[in-house]
């Protein structure tokens, strides 16, 4: 597609439900990245998929989190027994490939709100 | 580890008129590029201007320039000319050479006034 599409927009959940959101990368891009974007707070890294491996998952903040990617391109990010403390705007990115010294600009979906009551 | 500070939550600018945003890192390393992301109420994070540390001349983009200062790890936005569109969450952010992701700070909130 023209951008990284991401989905749900904004969800609703109860405390102790399992959540999944979903990113759709720019065709062709074979870096994908998750971060979380709490209130008030800056962008923290959750996880970096190059293709459908995952060479960094250092940010995910608990084994509830989990995220995988298939045939190169779509993404899930799933939160398991969701806590109140996950509410916070996820969002995707993509990159064509490469490093940050690549010249390859990241480009970011409009993030999914995820809202735990 | 490296870290990103944005001193400024919130600043305002009159339309028309300059505006600078202040951000610090803190690194060991020495290849390393800095980056300012805009984020409007869209929640979309866009590029606005990107600096590699190599490069002694500041970057500049249209109405957006940066002054980076490498030995004091300082890193400012300036906007001239501010527009009603610029009003957004600015974001800097640090990347290694070597590294596929990106650390940020906490962001400054611009408005500008009509």
């Known amino acids: 597609g023209a951008g990284v599409s991401q989905s749900p927009s904004n969800k609703v959940t109860e405390k102790g439900k399992d959540v999944e959101l979903r990113c759709d990368p720019i065709?062709?891009?074979?870096?994908l990245y998750w971060y979380r974007q709490s209130l008030g707070q800056g962008l923290e890294f959750l996880i970096y998929?190059?293709?459908?491996?995952?060479?960094?998952k250092s940010g995910l903040p608990s084994d509830r989190f989990s995220a995988e990617r298939t045939g190169g391109s779509v993404s899930t990010l799933t939160i398991q027994r969701t806590q109140q403390e996950d509410s916070a705007v996820y969002l995707c990115?993509?990159?064509?490939?490469?490093?940050?010294?690549?010249?390859?600009?990241?480009?970011f979906g409009e993030g999914s709100w995820l809202t735990v009551v | 580890a490296q870290t990103v500070t944005q001193s400024q939550p919130e600043m305002s600018v009159q339309e028309a008129e300059t505006v600078t945003l202040s951000c610090t890192y803190d690194?060991?390393?020495?290849?390393?590029?800095l980056f300012w992301y805009k984020q409007p109420p869209s929640r979309q994070m866009i590029l606005v201007i990107r600096?590699?540390?190599?490069?002694?001349q500041n970057a500049t983009e249209n109405r957006f320039s940066v002054n980076f200062q490498k030995a004091a790890k300082s890193f400012s936005l300036k906007i001239s000319d501010s527009q009603l569109g610029d009003a957004a969450m600015y974001f800097c952010?640090?990347?290694?050479?070597?590294?596929?992701?990106?650390?940020f700070g906490k962001g400054t909130k611009l408005t500008v006034n009509p």
């Open positions: 998929f190059q293709g459908n491996s995952a060479p960094d």
């Open positions: 690194t060991s390393e020495s290849d390393y590029y």
């Open positions: 065709s062709g891009h074979t870096a």
């Open positions: 952010a640090f990347g290694t050479g070597g590294s596929e992701k990106l650390v």
């Open positions: 990115a993509s990159r064509k490939r490469g490093v940050v010294s690549s010249g390859n600009t990241i480009y």
């Open positions: 600096q590699e540390a190599y490069k002694q």
